[in-house]
């Protein structure tokens, strides 16, 4: 199986990846925004050839690897700043709906 092929297998079959878009997406009307799935599809196709071009330099892997725990953790970080952001948002809006 060509790697290309292997890489979309493993994302579309990813839950993670299912719960994302159907989470994020959820609240648009893609029937007044056609536009928008043509530019997401593009997004991601760039963004994947453009990860897939740059760890396939041995320098990338070699850097990647040594800084393993630094990547982790600072994607852990960012990841848990954006939940307690749209937890905060979340809180704040049944407040004031509340009210």
């Known amino acids: ?5 292997s890489g979309v297998i493993t994302n579309l079959s990813n839950p993670k ?16 925004m056609q536009w928008m799935v043509l530019v997401l599809v593009l997004e991601t196709i760039v ?3 453009l ?8 320098f990338m892997m070699r850097l990647y690897e040594k800084n393993l725990k630094l990547v982790d953790y ?21 407040i004031n709906q509340g009210n």
């Open 1 to 5: 199986m060509s790697p290309f092929l």
């Open 17 to 32: 990846v299912i719960f994302y878009f159907a989470s994020v997406f959820a609240n648009f009307n893609f029937a007044q």
């Open 47 to 49: 963004y994947f050839s």
């Open 51 to 58: 990860v897939a071009l740059l760890f396939s330099k041995a």
């Open 74 to 94: 600072t994607s852990a970080c960012i990841f848990f700043a954006f939940v307690v952001f749209i937890l905060i948002q979340n809180c704040l809006l049944m």
